[in-house]
């Protein structure tokens, strides 16, 4: 019985794991991830036109011509948007097994903020990539091709470079809607206070432009669309940080001591 007892399983007696546990439900749910993306993959090549077709209807609309400058280019660019949806639909997945697999080694109130934070982080994202494709993209293809002095020039944009620039903007726009997210993390962790933050408003306004400069097209437009949302977002955090903001007390540092001494 004893014997039976021991090998029985990788749940010890006080309820902790053993590694060897550890590692079955590590290798399990790294296989459910491996799983999701690869049916993810066969499905959006079945339907890899209708992406395109998705993706280039900004750009139709706005009266581009998009070509393709070599044999292989459609076909890449089908794979290339079929392996992006398919990952898409995995993070959800990741993300809900990296919860599952910390939630027992959390406390009640850490795993609530856990799990809040990482599904407010995939909402966020996917807020900013629809701003990005509902008001931001238009506009900047929009401009793009009516500037003065072309007329004469016809848009015809590789097909490739036009996914590159749509592509960018989704990802920049998505991890931009993250800025609250931090915030609140940071605040959370004592590091971002809001008097900190509001008394660096005005050099954070500054960075967000700069960094709106760097990261987008060389056009003042595309810039301003990008950093606005910067700052607005900016503001949002100051009033999040007002609500999360915790901070770090002496007697937490005296403790964090006491343990490292241990």
Known sequence: MAKTLTKKTAVERDGSMSLGGHMKELRNRLFVCAAVFAIGTVFFLAHAAELVTLMADMGWQCGYTLVTISPQEKLLQYFRLALM????????????????????????????????????????FCVGVFFAYKVT???????????????????????????????????IFG???EIPLVTII?????????????????????????????????????????????????????????????????????????????
């Open 85 to 124: 949806a398919a990952i898409i639909i995995t993070v959800p997945v990741v993300l809900y097994q990296i919860w599952a697999f910390a939630k027992p080694g959390l406390r009640k109130n850490e795993n609530l903020f856990f799990g809040m934070t990482l599904l407010l982080g995939l909402g966020l």
């Open 186 to 262: 940071l605040a959370k962790l004592g590091i971002a206070s809001p008097a900190l933050m509001t008394k660096g408003r005005g050099i954070a306004i500054v960075i967000c432009f700069f960094v709106a400069a760097i990261i987008t097209p060389p056009d003042i437009v595309s810039q301003t669309l990008v950093a606005i949302p910067m700052v607005l977002l900016y503001q949002i955090s100051i009033w999040l940080a007002k609500i999360f903001y915790k901070p770090r007390l002496e007697d937490d540092d005296d403790e964090d001591a006491d343990d490292d001494e241990d």
């Open 175 to 177: 991890c931009i809607f």
């Open 137 to 171: 993209l238009p506009f900047m293809l929009n401009f793009l091709i009516t500037l003065e002095g072309t007329d004469q020039i016809t848009a015809q944009i590789s097909l490739a470079k036009y996914l590159d620039f749509v592509l960018m903007i989704f990802t």
